[in-house]
């Protein structure tokens, strides 16, 4: 198979999608532009800041595509490369892009409040506590891992001492993204630059810092990295989110459409040859089809992670609701078309059907150098510029769920009604921005030094549970407003399975190892109850919401609560 007809084919799909089935969507959601959205109700310049869409779809878009998209299809094509495309194209297209799209717009219709606020009005108190923990749990992972992998990206020092160039110009160029972050900030914000200067502005930074970071390299070891990544991200967490998340993240933009147009020309002038096998086996080593490729492709297909982004960041920074769906349904195929990419990336390394050894960023970074290489750019500059570009979709993601985790934190100490829970002096200290953050981090970065691996096994079904249960709030609060919910139904339902699966595969493994007289009892026992954990919490959630479903809405009390549009529409 050549990759170039895998991505002719990706790309016409995803075109397609947008223009129908997108556009049909915000038609039958009835997509209001008449309406103040809640930046312009409850602006504070902090959370709520008005912010052009080109910005927000720049800080959508960076804070989504983590290292997911590039990790996920390149060890999911072990299947084969024709489960991972479909899964890719109709999962984007009908349950990623479309639980992206619910959960802003719900999140819009909302105040600019959580997933968790929601739950709250149609299940309860208690639904709402227990979704928070687990988001705030979820955060503190995510925060975790991506700290320890972003400092190993930026290791300057091999294990035996050797310099590592690329890993030093890598961090040198991140360092400098924060100045110019602050600066760009500014011109946003306080100058109130258009949207053609801050893209031109922000390109002339982004090259400015690449060539920095290229020829004045910072070589640090790993250890004092993360020390320095936690402290950037806990500022980063408290400040108003236009002064650093947003501007660097919009910044950061740039450089990863860099890299998928250097990627996508690439692969379109090169037109490597896929070796990998259409398919392989329904069995892969003990890893099933069915639950394992819908859990390992979650970012490029569906991912829970984004609801926390739109809800608890993008959903206060929108202009106008016609731009959610582009900031939302489109970014997340654009981030389908990365997953593409890095599939055909590891289809081209392939030997005789054989995936390379390497980790996923260094497979993807390898590809895309090689295919510019042929065009005629410097290997070693290209894989430089691809590294730092993988790097800034891993440390993007980390700056935005250090923000997200600190919100949830405060959220879970945040009763809506004021009464004395609000003035307990124990939950206003907890409540403050500083103390959420902390509470955040501090257990995030003793993931870091201790070893995040025990319970990572188990983020892929996290993370999908965490979009089923996205997707079944969404539905309550489209029920309740007289809008389509088969759309989210359908694909809640199926995550649901997909995740209820999965755990169970991973709890009656882990039990059988114990069984065979495996004696790890203490990692096995923990992975054994926090996947207990899920499943329990998934099938409460869901056996709540389908109850209240069955309920006949409240046509009074929704209308006045959620703000149905009643007059001018848009498509």
């Not at 489960?83 to 999962?91: F, H, K, R, S, T």
């Not at 995030?444 to 201790?450: D, N, Y």
């Not at 389509?484 to 882990?510: C, G, N, Q």
């Amino acid at each position: 198979m050549n990759g170039l007809l895998i991505l002719i084919i990706t790309v016409i799909a995803l075109i397609v999608a947008y223009l129908l089935y997108g556009r049909f969507l915000s038609r039958s959601w009835k997509i209001d532009i008449s309406r103040p959205t809640p930046a312009h109700e409850f602006e504070d310049g902090k959370e709520y800041v008005p912010t052009s869409p080109a910005v927000v779809f720049g800080y959508e878009f960076a804070s989504i595509a983590g290292a997911g998209p590039i990790n996920g299809p390149i060890i999911a094509a072990m299947y084969g490369w024709l489960p991972a495309l479909l899964w890719l194209i109709l999962g984007s297209a009908f349950f990623g892009a479309v639980h992206d799209f619910a959960a802003l717009f719900t999140s819009v219709k909302n105040k600019g409040k959580s997933i968790g606020y929601v739950i709250e009005i149609y299940v309860g108190k208690t639904g709402k506590r227990l979704f928070l923990i687990f988001v705030w749990l979820f955060s503190v992972l995510i925060a975790g891992a991506f700290a320890d992998i972003v400092a190993g990206t930026f290791a300057g020092f091999s294990d035996a001492g050797e310099l590592i160039k690329t890993n030093a110009s890598v961090a040198s160029t991140s360092a400098f993204f924060i100045p110019a972050a602050l600066g760009l900030g500014f011109l946003i914000r306080k100058r109130k630059a258009t949207d053609p200067a801050s893209a031109i502005i922000a390109i002339d930074l982004l090259v400015l810092c690449i060539v920095l970071g290229i020829f004045v390299p910072i070589y640090l070891a790993k250890p004092i990295w993360l020390y320095l990544i936690f402290g950037y991200i806990l500022v980063s967490s408290v400040i108003p989110i236009w002064a650093m998340g947003q501007p660097r993240n919009y910044l950061n933009s740039f450089l990863l459409i860099a890299m998928i147009l250097a990627a996508f020309v690439g692969v379109v002038f090169t037109r490597p040859e896929i070796t990998l096998p259409a398919f392989t086996s329904f069995n892969v080593n003990g890893s099933y089809l069915f639950p394992g490729l819908f859990i390992t492709i979650a970012c490029g297909a569906i991912s829970g992670f984004h609801s926390l982004v739109a809800t608890g960041a993008a959903s206060k920074q929108i202009n106008s609701e016609k731009y959610i769906l582009p900031i939302s349904y489109g970014a997340m195929l654009v981030e389908t078309l990365v997953a593409v990419l890095a599939l055909i990336a590891v289809g081209s390394l392939a030997h005789g059907g054989v995936l390379p050894g390497e980790t996923p960023p260094v497979v993807f970074a390898t590809a895309v150098s090689g295919f510019l290489q042929q065009l005629g750019l410097p290997v070693e500059i290209s894989f430089t510029i691809v590294s730092l570009a993988v790097s800034s979709f891993v440390l993007t993601t980390l700056d935005a769920v250090a923000r997200l985790g600190r919100l949830s934190f405060q959220e879970l100490f945040t009763y809506e009604s004021d009464d004395a829970h609000n003035k307990n002096p124990v939950f206003e200290i907890l409540r403050s921005k500083t103390a959420a953050s902390i509470f955040t981090l501090v257990p995030a970065f003793l993931l870091a030094i201790m070893g995040y691996q025990t319970i990572w096994a188990l983020f892929g079904a996290s993370n999908q549970l965490l979009a089923a249960l996205t997707l079944i709030a969404c539905t309550m609060f489209f029920r309740k407003t007289h809008r389509r919910i088969l759309v989210l139904i359908i694909p809640a339902a199926i995550m649901l399975i997909v995740t209820f699966t999965s755990l169970v595969f991973s709890i009656r493994d882990r039990v059988e190892l114990l069984l065979d007289g495996n004696t790890n009892y203490a990692t096995l026992g923990l992975q054994i109850g926090i996947a207990l954990l899920l499943l329990i919490l998934g099938i409460l959630v869901a056996v709540f919401c389908t109850k209240k479903l069955m309920e006949k809405p409240d046509h009074e009390i929704s209308d006045q609560i959620n703000n149905i549009p009643s007059e001018k529409t848009a498509g």
